[in-house]
């Protein structure tokens, strides 16, 4: 028999094409990929009832992998219209950007038929919402504390219709003082059963309009779900929903729970799962009309705006946000994928394990991608529930931080080699020496690491003063400056050598470049910083490092404009350190430097302090184990270790830092 009478439609469609994800590389080394998801409508023109059995998916251009057959068994009553939606991710089609389909023709056999229904349509990535382009994030970096993020699959969790670009995501984040990661709050076990709402991460977070809209729907007084839920087997976690039913049905879209509803530009997005009574009562939904009044507008809201606190209500069985875009009208609207910009992720893989970098080398990767106007990388179908990546809103990621002490000067150069394949470099280089006996010295190496974020920042070290002259001129004619500047005595040359961080300026440079000198004696230093005081400069680094019995200065300075008051100091003592940190601090200027050094049989200290910086946390003389804990503490207070220094004291090592958030 020829083909039914069948009329066919096809989503999600929008500018004439049917319309894919595109999606950022889960890894540096990943290749950009495409995700395509069909939904299709079938009008039975006939009075017979009908049977489609399997889609067959035709690309004549690009490459797509897998079979292109997709079994449906889908039965259609006479005049009837159903709609028919991949089953489930794995069964969408995944394909390199690079060669991606342009075309398709989809053809549905039908039972009893030998000619399909077949309809050819053009394809194309998704642009995002008319006259919005891509979404920001529903959240900012603000928003989260040290070491937390998002995190959820890059696959839909919802296996079609409407939904079938959703994401349920949750906020992940490090307990610092065992370094596991978890979705409860620092002290939580990430496999504690039973824990309550209040411990999850995501719980009371902000959630906020991803782009310029009107609010269409609100609900707000929907009862939260007092607890998550926690079962063995599926089928008690079936009766648990069950159970929760009388909390949300009888609400409009009540399994959203609390949730708003937003019309950017040409389709909806759902915001869904709040806390009861967060959303903002400034927000008014949308008053549709009626056949003797107008529609009335719903509030008008801007990108960012605050609209409510994530929770647990409706259809939920743990404190989490859902968001998805569909076409109006809500419900029966074709699905859209959402792109994303102003916002970084990550393979989780990269930061925890199981498979991570941490349990193979000991160290977390920071390999992070920046989203601009392209989809969440693709997740593991097979597991949509399970994050497989985190993501970082609004702001440049500087986590993880990673920080490596007293490494031996020859094993420096393998760990720098290998921090740069996980994705991170140095921020801060620091050099100390250990005298074990006459003509018998260790020189060690303390590093922070952070994201490379691909940053061009040129870093040396083990360079005389000839070579790093030459380095430095080299860099500064192709508009670099020093970072960061470091001397140290190399036991392994005998000679006093330098490292240094290099960086460019951004799109609002200094009235004036940072200067660097090196391998200066006293006198000289003390006449080049004061000619820089007097033009306006202040110090940044001030290195000073015991060549053969003689001290040797090296110091870097920024531009300021000479309204900083500058309180420099390259000798300071053991006793002396904390009474110049009191008066300064009296003084309302702020330690932003702080180097020991070994010289003459005793530890002695260069320390800047100037008015007008940030007033971090400084400890020094600290044992390893102290440092940790100090380390430890103030990540859970939300600073970040801002710079580092060891030294030789009472025969051994210590160790100071400065804190910043």
Same mark, same amino acid.
């Given at each position: 028999?020829?083909?039914?009478?069948?009329?066919?439609? =096809?989503?999600?469609?929008?500018?004439?094409?049917?319309?894919?994800?595109?999606?950022?590389?889960?890894?540096?080394?990943?290749?950009?990929? #495409?995700?395509?998801?069909?939904?299709?409508?079938?009008?039975?023109?006939?009075?017979?009832?009908?049977?489609?059995?399997?889609?067959n998916f035709g690309f004549p251009t690009g490459t797509v992998a897998g079979t292109s057959?997709?079994?449906?068994?889908?039965?259609?009553?006479?005049?009837?219209?159903?709609?028919?939606?991949?089953?489930?991710?794995?069964?969408?089609?995944?394909?390199?950007?690079?060669?991606?389909?342009?075309?398709?023709?989809?053809?549905?056999?039908?039972?009893?038929?030998?000619?399909?229904?077949?309809?050819?349509?053009?394809?194309?990535?998704?642009?995002?919402?008319?006259?919005?382009?891509?979404?920001?994030?529903?959240?900012?970096?603000?928003?989260?504390?040290?070491?937390?993020?998002?995190?959820?699959?890059?696959?839909?969790?919802?296996?079609?219709?409407?939904?079938?670009?959703?994401?349920?995501?949750?906020?992940?984040?490090?307990?610092?003082? %065992?370094?596991?990661?978890?979705?409860?709050?620092?002290?939580?076990?990430?496999?504690?059963?039973?824990?309550?709402?209040?411990?999850?991460?995501?719980?009371?977070?902000?959630?906020?309009?991803?782009?310029?809209?009107?609010?269409?729907?609100?609900?707000?007084?929907?009862?939260?779900?007092?607890?998550?839920?926690?079962?063995?087997?599926?089928?008690?976690?079936?009766?648990?929903?069950?159970?929760?039913?009388?909390?949300?049905?009888?609400?409009?879209?009540?399994?959203? #729970?609390?949730?708003?509803?937003?019309?950017?530009?040409?389709?909806?997005?759902?915001?869904?799962?709040?806390?009861?009574?967060?959303?903002?009562?400034?927000?008014?939904?949308?008053?549709?009309?009626?056949?003797?009044?107008?529609?009335?507008?719903?509030?008008?809201?801007?990108?960012?705006?605050?609209?409510?606190?994530?929770?647990? %209500?409706?259809?939920?069985?743990?404190?989490?946000?859902?968001?998805?875009?569909?076409?109006?009208?809500?419900?029966?609207?074709?699905?859209?994928?959402?792109?994303?910009?102003?916002? &970084?992720?990550?393979?989780?893989?990269?930061?925890?394990?199981?498979?991570?970098?941490?349990?193979?080398?000991g160290d977390p990767g920071g390999s992070w991608t920046k989203l601009n106007g392209v989809?969440?990388?693709?997740?593991?179908?097979?597991?949509?529930?399970?994050?497989?990546?985190?993501?970082?809103?609004?702001?440049?990621?500087?986590?993880?931080?990673?920080?490596?002490? %007293?490494?031996?000067?020859?094993?420096?150069?393998?760990?720098?080699?290998?921090?740069?394949?996980?994705?991170?470099?140095?921020?801060?280089i620091n050099t100390h020496t250990i005298e074990k006996g006459p003509l018998f010295f260790?020189?060690?190496?303390?590093?922070?690491?952070?994201?490379?974020?691909?940053?061009?920042?040129?870093?040396?070290?083990?360079?005389?003063?000839?070579?790093?002259?030459?380095?430095?001129?080299?860099?500064?004619?192709?508009?670099?400056?020093?970072?960061?500047?470091?001397?140290?005595?190399?036991?392994?040359?005998?000679? /006093?050598?330098?490292?240094? =961080?290099?960086?460019?300026?951004?799109?609002?440079?200094?009235?004036?470049?940072?200067?660097?000198?090196?391998?200066?004696?006293?006198?000289?230093?003390?006449?080049?910083?004061?000619?820089?005081?007097?033009?306006?400069?202040?110090?940044?680094?001030?290195?000073?490092?015991?060549?053969?019995?003689?001290?040797?200065?090296?110091?870097? &300075?920024?531009?300021?404009?000479?309204?900083?008051?500058?309180?420099? /100091?390259?000798?300071?003592?053991?006793?002396?350190?904390?009474?110049?940190?009191?008066?300064?601090?009296?003084?309302?200027?702020?330690?932003?430097?702080?180097?020991?050094?070994?010289?003459?049989?005793?530890?002695?200290?260069?320390?800047?302090?100037?008015?007008?910086?940030?007033?971090?946390?400084?400890?020094?003389?600290?044992?390893?184990?102290?440092?940790?804990?100090?380390?430890?503490?103030?990540?859970?207070?939300?600073?970040?270790?801002?710079?580092?220094?060891?030294?030789?004291?009472?025969?051994?090592?210590?160790?100071?830092?400065?804190?910043?958030?």
């Amino acid at each position: 028999m020829t083909a039914p009478s069948v009329t066919m439609t =096809i989503q999600p469609y929008a500018n004439g094409k049917l319309v894919y994800l595109p999606m950022a590389p889960l890894t540096s080394s990943s290749k950009p990929k #495409g995700r395509l998801m069909v939904e299709l409508t079938l009008i039975n023109n006939s009075g017979s009832t009908l049977t489609a059995t399997a889609a067959n998916f035709g690309f004549p251009t690009g490459t797509v992998a897998g079979t292109s057959i997709r079994p449906m068994m889908v039965q259609l009553d006479p005049f009837a219209t159903v709609t028919w939606s991949m089953p489930t991710t794995s069964s969408h089609f995944l394909f390199d950007l690079a060669t991606a389909p342009t075309t398709v023709t989809v053809s549905v056999f039908f039972a009893g038929f030998d000619d399909p229904v077949s309809i050819t349509v053009p394809v194309g990535p998704h642009t995002g919402p008319n006259a919005i382009g891509s979404y920001r994030f529903p959240s900012k970096a603000s928003d989260l504390a040290l070491g937390e993020f998002w995190q959820f699959n890059g696959c839909s969790h919802d296996p079609g219709y409407h939904q079938c670009f959703a994401y349920d995501m949750n906020v992940v984040g490090i307990q610092h003082g %065992s370094d596991q990661y978890s979705i409860l709050t620092e002290g939580g076990d990430p496999f504690q059963l039973e824990a309550p709402n209040s411990d999850y991460r995501i719980f009371g977070k902000p959630v906020r309009a991803m782009a310029d809209g009107e609010i269409i729907e609100i609900i707000n007084d929907c009862t939260d779900n007092a607890a998550p839920l926690y079962a063995s087997t599926k089928e008690d976690m079936n009766k648990l929903i069950e159970a929760q039913k009388p909390n949300w049905n009888t609400y409009p879209n009540g399994e959203a #729970g609390n949730h708003v509803i937003i019309q950017h530009g040409d389709e909806y997005a759902m915001y869904a799962h709040l806390q009861k009574g967060t959303i903002s009562s400034l927000l008014k939904p949308r008053t549709p009309a009626t056949k003797t009044t107008p529609a009335i507008p719903g509030t008008l809201v801007k990108a960012g705006q605050f609209l409510g606190k994530a929770g647990n %209500s409706g259809n939920s069985t743990a404190p989490h946000l859902h968001i998805h875009s569909s076409q109006p009208p809500y419900g029966t609207g074709g699905p859209r994928p959402m792109l994303f910009t102003d916002a &970084w992720t990550i393979d989780n893989d990269q930061v925890m394990g199981p498979g991570a970098p941490a349990k193979l080398g000991g160290d977390p990767g920071g390999s992070w991608t920046k989203l601009n106007g392209v989809g969440i990388p693709p997740g593991d179908s097979q597991q949509g529930h399970i994050g497989d990546v985190f993501l970082l809103p609004s702001a440049v990621p500087t986590w993880p931080e990673v920080v490596h002490f %007293s490494v031996e000067e020859n094993d420096y150069q393998a760990l720098y080699d290998a921090m740069a394949k996980k994705g991170m470099s140095p921020t801060w280089i620091n050099t100390h020496t250990i005298e074990k006996g006459p003509l018998f010295f260790y020189t060690f190496f303390n590093v922070i690491f952070r994201p490379s974020l691909g940053a061009d920042q040129p870093a040396v070290h083990g360079v005389d003063a000839a070579a790093f002259s030459s380095i430095k001129n080299d860099l500064e004619k192709k508009g670099y400056h020093v970072k960061q500047l470091e001397s140290y005595f190399s036991m392994r040359h005998g000679m /006093e050598l330098f490292a240094a =961080i290099f960086a460019k300026y951004g799109p609002l440079p200094p009235r004036k470049p940072a200067q660097a000198y090196h391998g200066k004696t006293f006198s000289e230093h003390q006449t080049l910083a004061s000619s820089l005081t007097a033009g306006g400069f202040v110090p940044a680094n001030m290195s000073v490092v015991s060549v053969h019995g003689r001290l040797s200065y090296s110091g870097l &300075w920024e531009y300021r404009g000479g309204s900083t008051s500058i309180d420099l /100091e390259e000798h300071l003592t053991t006793a002396t350190l904390q009474d110049t940190f009191e008066r300064n601090f009296k003084a309302s200027r702020f330690q932003t430097y702080l180097k020991g050094y070994y010289h003459d049989g005793s530890t002695r200290y260069a320390a800047i302090f100037l008015s007008g910086a940030p007033n971090g946390k400084v400890r020094s003389d600290l044992r390893l184990g102290g440092f940790h804990t100090v380390l430890t503490d103030q990540r859970r207070g939300g600073k970040l270790l801002r710079s580092i220094t060891g030294y030789q004291l009472d025969g051994d090592g210590a160790y100071g830092g400065i804190w910043q958030a």
